[in-house]
């Protein structure tokens, strides 16, 4: 039987060179705690493991009994019942042995899967947000996928191949030394050296060609998702011949590694099979002539046959097997790598959660750069009061959104330091600092999921009228209500079946519903049409009562009756003061406020005070 034919797909990521050393056994010591909690049922799976190899090499020795007393030069005149009873109850007993093995193992190896794949999970959602920008999901998640799937294999192929293997060549060895000359074992053990040594090399070999043809499969992949994710752009630019093409160079160049891959594991193969043969032909041609010379019996010839077949077929699986641990270690490697990937935004020991029902919110001295070659912000400070409300307007690329994801701590600043109730962030939970924080963000994503689904997530154990009511409180109510499925109507990949209207809306439901001390506006009404934007604009300014309020803004007439009003340009607080102040000062403010209600053809009123 020949090794089965595959070609496993990789990561995205470069697979290393085929000369780079590698520590891919060190994940073996990273699952060994998850085998551990489990350990009854491993060693109950190992025992019923090593009964079913005794009855598997017990069944050639009863059979050579069986044509032993069935041959008519021993002059035996009764069937051998208790030798054929026997022969039965082994041949049941090795499947029955091995199934009950798998039955109590299969539990071990889905927990372990499980845990290991929830902590994977879990560390990405702790990592910062500049590592989930850097980072191609796709890639990231086939690394997820196969390393899981590479932990089943792992522990499969360790325990229910390699550890038979060498238990049943140990239990065959032991029987040939006992019962036959010297000669039977050392064909048999250099036959087995031999065939060792060539399947690892071969098959180290072929793991950089497999290596080569998972790292252009990858890219491929990745090509793939990028261009179908950006599906309204191909079509925008009527592009999707070129998609087309640049996804076939990637696969024209998998196509040449898959055929060299495929080609050396013929090679692997016919190796194989033909060390194994000449074992074979020189063992039986040594007991036939044992045989002939009567030195041996027929049973003898048919228990070396039957010990042979045994030894031989886990072996022919040897190549593959190897090939795939080496590979599940491969795939592992890259997973648990994710794990090595240092939080850039960890909690300090002893952090606490954000105290008190209200909120000041500080911004002191603020310098930040996401490229150490372009800084973003300068020296940036302000501070809403308790209650309050500041809005922040300027150009795009001025450093507004940067404040957001400042204050929600995806980033640390680079200088300076930003306070809630006079305690820096950095030692707050992060839990509990995003926990006092809503937002309805500029772009907003939703799951693809129930539009009820995307609202609740606000706050999950939100009760179903909660969430009624949050709804109707960001004017969509109505409108799902009129939808077929209601607020079952699943929303698409990103939300795109709803338009930026409708998701935006959703949004602020999610927000309203998470009922936070501090709100962030992040240019929350830029999706909506005149009328719907006066009607939320309202439901928002309701909703900031109380609360402190960072609303970031385009459109100035939504920030009208902020306390107060930050101009920021090239990352600095150009101008501050309220809507009157600013309009009187005659500066950048009020040179904006001008050029929109240019714009806007006077729709709205430039009401002052």
């Known amino acids: 039987m020949t090794a089965r034919r595959s070609i496993a797909t990789n990561s995205s990521e470069p697979a290393p060179a085929p000369g780079k050393s ?85 539990r071990v190896a889905q927990h372990a899967i499980r845990r290991i794949a929830l902590t994977v999970f879990r560390h990405l959602h702790s990592l910062s947000l500049r590592f989930h920008l850097d980072r191609q999901t796709g890639g990231m998640t086939r690394d997820i996928e196969r390393g899981t799937r590479g932990i089943g294999t792992l522990m499969n192929y360790m325990l229910f191949s390699i550890i038979p293997v060498i238990l049943e060549f140990g239990l065959v060895a032991a029987v040939l030394l006992s019962k036959f000359d010297w000669r039977f074992a050392a064909i048999t053990f250099v036959a087995v050296a031999v065939y060792i040594g060539f399947t690892f090399s071969v098959s180290e070999w072929r793991i950089s060609l497999r290596r080569q043809a998972n790292e252009l499969d990858s890219r491929a992949t990745t090509r793939a998702i990028d261009s179908l994710l950006n599906y309204e752009t191909v079509k925008y630019f009527n592009n999707e011949e070129f998609e087309a093409r640049r996804y076939d160079e990637n696969l024209q160049s998998y196509e040449g590694a898959a055929v060299k891959n495929e080609m050396s594991l013929g090679m ?56 795939e641990i080496k590979q599940a270690l491969t795939d592992m490697e890259r997973m648990f790598n994710l794990l090595t990937q240092n939080r850039e935004i960890e909690d300090k020991p002893g952090a606490r959660a954000p105290e008190g029902v209200s909120a000041t919110v500080r911004f002191e001295g603020v310098d930040f750069s996401y490229d150490p070659k372009r800084q973003i912000l300068h020296g940036v400070s302000f501070e809403i009061p308790a209650g309050a409300k500041v809005a922040v307007v300027g150009h795009s690329g001025s450093g507004k959104s940067t404040l957001a994801r400042l204050l929600y701590r995806f980033y640390d600043v680079g200088g300076g330091r930003i306070a809630i109730n006079g305690v820096d962030i950095r030692d707050l939970k992060q839990t509990g600092l995003r ?70 809306r959703v ?74 102040e600013l309009l009187e000062r005659g500066g950048a403010y009020a040179e904006m406020w001008a050029l929109q209600q240019q714009e806007e053809g006077g729709a709205v009123a430039t009401a002052v005070g």
Request: hydrophobic share 50%.
């Open 268 to 323: 692997l193969n016919i190796g194989q099979s033909c060390i194994i043969a000449i074992a074979v032909t020189l063992l039986m041609m040594l007991a036939a002539q044992g045989v002939v010379d009567k030195t041996l019996t027929l049973g003898d010839l048919v228990l070396i046959n039957g010990l042979l077949i045994q030894l031989y077929i886990p072996l022919n699986f040897l190549g593959m097997v190897y090939r």
């Open 507 to 580: 949004a602020i439901a999610r927000a309203i519903l998470k009922n936070p001390r501090i709100m962030i506006f992040d240019e929350a009404t830029s999706a909506l049409d005149s009328a719907t934007e006066q009607a939320i604009q309202t439901e928002l300014t309701r909703i900031a009562e109380g609360r402190t309020t960072l609303v970031i803004a385009h459109r100035l007439s939504t920030i009208m009756d902020a306390g107060q009003i930050l101009v920021m340009d090239g990352g600095r607080i150009i101008e501050r003061g309220s809507h009157r």
């Open 435 to 504: 926990g006092a924080i809503g937002i309805v963000p500029q772009d907003t994503v939703l799951f693809n999921d129930s539009i009820y689904y995307n609202i609740q997530y606000g706050r999950p154990d939100a009760t179903h009228e909660e969430v009624i009511a949050a709804a109707q409180a960001a004017h969509i109510h109505d409108f799902v209500l009129k939808l077929p499925d209601g607020y079952e109507t699943r929303v698409g990949e990103r939300g795109l079946k709803l338009s930026g209207g409708e998701k935006q």
């Open 22 to 106: 590698r520590n891919e056994w060190r994940t073996v010591s990273m699952v060994l705690p998850y085998l551990w909690e489990y350990r009854g049922r491993v060693l109950l799976a190992l025992i019923f493991l090593v009964t079913a190899k005794i009855a598997n090499v017990g069944v050639p020795l009863v059979m050579k009994e069986i044509v032993d007393a069935l041959d008519p030069r021993q002059a035996v005149l009764v069937l051998p019942l208790m030798l054929l009873a026997a022969y039965g109850v082994l041949r049941l007993s090795n499947t029955l042995f091995a199934e009950l093995r798998d039955i109590v193992f299969v």
